[in-house]
């Protein structure tokens, strides 16, 4: 994409826009590592990073100026890249952000930061009846998330059981949900189950098993 003199970036993912001193709205998932990345295509010029709503300079150039070590700055030379990673984004990290060229007059861009909490749900929960002997199958997904976690753990009451497959249980990942899978349920595989996400707050749901014939009509 061919730029102006003096024009800037924003980059949210792949995607690049071209801005002037345009606001944005951006949601990031909570707990997770994120990047507001501006771009000067000025060359020789400063970049500095507010947090508008107590006016606290973060970064000048490479330098980090907030007491909070969260906030870092990291600068790619050949492409005139200047990123503002927050590490472990919290609910209290919301608001507007200024990015700052040190031209004359200055020129900025302004961001509002909104953060979500990604969250799991387990379907059919909070209670499931199935019959000794059935197979069991949970399905966890993972609601408001923008990737896919690093890990999903499993816990039936305080135990991870991932790997538990001599006792006939997998667990199969997708992209936004994982299938827990345990064949021959007994009575012992009553109780509580877990879906722990890495980037999302976890569910769970109370298993029964029964004995006999069940049915959601009986």
Known sequence: MQTKKGSCFFTIGHRENLMKT??????????????????????????????????????????????????????????GNWALRIRNAQKEDEGIYECQLSTHPPESIFIELRIVEAVAEIIEAPDLHINEGSTLRLECKLKRATESPLYVFWYHEDRMINYDHED????????????????NATARHGGNYTCAPANARQSSIYVHVLKGSYSEDS
């Open 168 to 183: 006939g249980v997998s667990v199969a990942s997708k992209l936004t949900s994982s299938i827990l899978t345990v064949r």
């Open 22 to 79: 345009k606001d944005f709205f951006w949601n990031l998932i909570k707990n997770l590592d994120r990047v507001v990345d501006f771009r000067a295509t000025k060359k020789k010029r400063l970049v500095s990073w507010f947090r508008r709503k107590d006016f606290l300079l973060l970064t000048v150039g490479l330098s980090t100026y907030s007491s909070d070590d969260r906030f870092l700055v990291e600068h790619t030379r050949h492409l």
